[in-house]
């Protein structure tokens, strides 16, 4: 059994949960949760398994991977219908895991950097990467390290990941860091409702067991106002809610009205005020 299993009937959960609220973070604190780290470097192997332990994620990326070229393309007035789309610009990928998602944005043209606070996933992500000959800069360490180091970039993606960090607030100022003003935030989660419970813990873990059971704890999943609030705190406002809804007949994701379980948030950082 991992150790994050079950951690949604924990007392010590209960004591996470507050943690990791927006609202209540400590700011300016670790993102890592050691507990998480361990988990996912216990399922690395499977990251490129369809079927898999990431399976989920395999089936939403095409879905999400369309949603961030389109609104990439748009905002920075390219053609999105275009083989390279992302040419000349610069992506981080924070919490990239096995590179499911980095690897085709490297191939529409970004200059891709991958980031991840468990260093197998970044083993994994490696390896795959020069398998494909797809380049990309993988890098073992949490968001807050590469705010130390004064980089930023265009495009930042934070996807399927909030949920699984220690201090949210720490995390979402460290995010706020890291893209360039007039950049893009690209945020993936999943809402706190009853119908997430059903579907993400109920469905995903237990009966479909499509995930290993723990692989969630409900009471980490933020809920859409919540999120907003908590990057209004670092400067920044979404520009656009899209729920992300499944399809079991089709065995696919689409986007959809419905934020109560999967959902995507797109955050366009300001330009900085120039002074008078
Ligand atoms: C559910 S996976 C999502 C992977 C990828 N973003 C995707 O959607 O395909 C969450 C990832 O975040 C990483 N992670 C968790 N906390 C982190 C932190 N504080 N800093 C960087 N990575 C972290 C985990 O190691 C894991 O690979």
């Not at 079950?6 to 507050?18: E, L």
Request: hydrophobic share 40%; aromatic share 6%; net charge positive.
């Amino acid at each position: 059994m991992s150790s994050g299993q079950h951690a949604a009937d924990s007392p010590k959960s209960g004591q996470r949960a507050a943690q990791n609220s927006p609202k209540g973070g400590r700011g300016g604190g670790s993102t890592i949760d050691p507990a998480e780290i361990e988990k996912f470097a216990a399922m690395a192997e499977a990251w490129w398994d369809p079927v898999g332990k990431f399976r989920p994620l395999h089936r939403l990326n095409p879905v999400r991977v369309q949603f961030i070229r389109d609104r990439t393309a748009s905002h920075f007035g390219r053609e999105a219908a275009t083989p390279e789309p992302l040419t000349g610009l610069t992506l981080l990928d924070v919490g990239c895991g096995g590179g499911l998602l980095t690897e085709p944005m490297a191939r529409l043209g970004a200059t891709a950097t991958g980031i991840d606070a468990t260093g197998r996933n970044i083993e994994i992500a490696r390896l795959h990467a020069a398998q494909t000959g797809t380049r990309i800069t993988y890098l073992p360490c949490a968001a807050e390290d590469l705010v130390a180091k004064g980089q930023r970039f265009d495009i930042v993606l934070a996807m399927e990941i909030v949920e699984h960090v220690a201090d949210v607030d720490a995390f979402l100022a460290a995010l706020s860091r890291l893209v360039k003003p007039g950049g893009l935030l690209f945020m993936a989660t999943m809402s706190r409702t009853a119908k997430s419970y059903l579907m993400a813990i109920v469905g995903a873990e237990y009966v479909l067991r499509w995930l290993p059971r723990g692989t969630h704890d409900w009471n980490r999943f933020i809920r859409p106002s919540e999120l907003a609030r908590g990057l209004r705190r670092h400067g920044l406002d979404i520009a656009e809610l899209t729920g992300v809804s499944y399809n079991p007949l089709k065995d696919n994701f689409h986007l959809s009205r419905d934020l109560d379980v999967n959902y995507m948030a797109l955050i366009k950082a300001t330009e900085p005020i120039k002074p008078a």
